[in-house]
């Protein structure tokens, strides 16, 4: 599975930014994509996830402003990021899973970086 990330970009506080994440490859298998972001000298944490099934979770920073979708086919997944902070200043990682009886195999796109100026 290979994730393509874009839309990332430098934007004022209260602003919005919509990212997209395009895979491609063996997606038959994924149940749920995602977004995941790490700042600068913090922990990556969870962003948003969307099952093939629609089902979303929003991590609880985020939970309120931001909005994860996908397209019909369940091959792109939008983030929608409004009312945007200082603290959502990250590099962006989208993710795609494959649930599996073995566990969960996860793909990492390449990170966009989403800068939120004051």
């Known amino acids: 599975v290979q994730l393509q990330a874009s839309g990332g970009g430098l934007v004022q506080a209260g602003g919005s930014l919509r990212l997209s994440c395009t895979s491609s490859?063996?997606?038959?298998?994924?149940?749920?994509m995602g977004w995941y972001r790490q700042a600068p000298g913090k922990q990556r944490e969870l962003v948003a996830t969307?099952?093939?099934?629609?089902?979303?979770k929003y991590g609880d920073s985020v939970k309120g402003r931001f909005t994860i979708s996908s397209d019909n086919a369940k091959t792109t997944v939008y983030l929608r990021m409004t009312s945007l902070k200082l603290e959502d200043t990250a590099v962006y990682y989208c993710?795609?899973?494959?649930?599996?009886?073995?566990?969960?195999?996860?793909?990492w796109g390449q990170g966009t970086l989403v800068t939120v100026s004051s």
């Open positions: 490859g063996s997606i038959d298998s994924i149940n749920e």
């Open positions: 993710t795609a899973d494959d649930f599996h009886p073995r566990g969960i195999d996860r793909f």
């Open positions: 969307i099952t093939t099934g629609g089902v979303t």
